[in-house]
């Protein structure tokens, strides 16, 4: 399988996981551990740097987010959220008000992604992850959901409803479950036929989704502030998110880029999970740039190899993302030969740094 796996992309030359619910394990039962930030050759202030640039990029957009849900639901409350009248009556306001919103939504999805690596793997930080990233709904999975309810002006509980980015992007392109409400299908664009992602979002949900999202991403701006990395932190940051690979690639088989129309994820519709691999895994070259020269001083050779099997794992993904934009459509199948390849590559990864750790006596807080 992996053989044919390789065969379906071009690797970059050099080129030779755990699931959602073991990474919320992280945020619950990941205990204290008593290790100094000060471990030689360690650049760990590069770390906490990076997650601050990524918190202050992100909040800047749920702000904004903010004022537009706002802004949206004002308009709908006028309506008296007769969403056929606002659309009739205030059709030139609000369609150039949803597509900014999904403009600014799809430049906004990476700048967690960046630092999921950092968020998910760090058991202090791992609760935000499920909250704005991870989390499933209530619905679907009881076990590992959003740890939150959104309360709608309306006076409706919508009890655990997934997390931050998928709720946001449900409610913008309408793949909400019904039970949820999914919007109004309407024609935004005017061409007589209502596509994928037309839809007049509910106002009362929307303006919800944006407040909780803003109020969650400038919590994780105050925690990590306070953050004081430590190389156990950083080495189990490496640990816990690189043998991930597998659930992001069944999220993108079950996605419209490789379903299409058959698709039953109601996330990861509007930018490829692909993407967002990439720019996780950027964040775990942040950490492993930091933490590296650790690893090269108890073992030289073998930090330098999980260095190259860390970048060849991105190019790995990277090559597959580059094909998708070119036009091929992968088949659900080679999705789960691809995954299955860049599984065992981030598996071999969390070997190696675990192995460095133990000889290090450096513990891996899982």
Same mark, same amino acid.
């Given at each position: ?45 590069? !770390? ?17 987010? +903010? ?38 939504? !799809? ?34 999975? $009881?076990?590992?959901?959003? $740890? ?28 909400? $479950? ?6 109004? $299908? ?36 105050? +925690? ?56 996780? !895994? ?36 990277? +090559? ?44 891996? +807080?899982?």
């Amino acid at each position: 399988a992996i053989a044919a796996a390789g065969a379906l992309v071009v690797l970059a030359a050099g080129c030779g996981g755990g699931s959602g619910s073991e990474r919320s394990d992280a945020a619950t039962t990941g205990a204290s551990v008593t290790q100094a930030t000060d471990v030689p050759s360690a650049d760990l202030g590069a !770390i906490k740097g990076y997650l601050l640039d990524q918190t202050a990029q992100l909040t800047g957009f749920t702000t904004q987010f +903010k004022q537009d849900a706002t802004r949206y639901y004002d308009l709908a409350k006028a309506a008296n959220f007769d969403y056929a009248a606002l659309w009739s009556d205030q059709a030139e306001v609000v369609g150039p008000l949803l597509a900014k919103m999904k403009k600014d939504w !799809i430049a906004g999805n990476p700048l967690y992604e960046r630092m999921e690596g950092i968020v998910a793997g760090t058991p202090s930080l791992a609760t935000y992850d499920v909250i704005i990233d991870a989390g499933a709904s209530g619905r679907e999975d $009881p076990a590992n959901a959003v $740890p939150f309810d959104l309360e709608l002006s309306d006076g409706r509980v919508v009890r655990q409803p997934g997390n931050l980015y998928n709720i946001t992007e449900g409610a913008l392109w309408g793949t909400l $479950p019904a039970d949820v409400d999914e919007g109004v $299908p309407t024609d935004l664009n005017g061409d007589g036929k209502t596509d994928f992602g037309e839809v007049l979002p509910d106002a009362n949900f929307l303006v919800a989704a944006a407040d909780t999202f803003d109020r969650y991403a400038n919590e994780l701006a105050t +925690k990590a502030e306070a953050w004081q990395p430590t190389a156990s932190d950083a080495l189990t940051a490496l640990v816990v998110m690189s043998p991930t690979m597998s659930e992001y690639f069944n999220a993108w088989k079950v996605s419209r880029f490789v379903s299409g129309e058959e698709a039953t994820g109601e996330a990861f519709n509007v930018v490829s999970r692909l993407s967002d691999i990439t720019d996780i !895994i950027s964040g775990l070259e942040v950490i492993y740039d930091g933490i590296g020269p650790v690893i090269e001083q108890a073992n030289a050779a073998q930090g330098q190899q999980t260095g190259r099997d860390l970048a060849d794992l991105k190019a790995y993904v990277q +090559k597959i993302y580059e094909q998708e934009q070119a036009g091929k459509q992968f088949t659900p199948e080679e999705a789960d030969l691809l995954g299955s390849e860049a599984q065992e590559r981030g598996s071999a990864i969390a070997g190696q740094v675990s192995q460095v750790a133990a000889e290090l006596e450096i513990p891996i +807080k899982q």
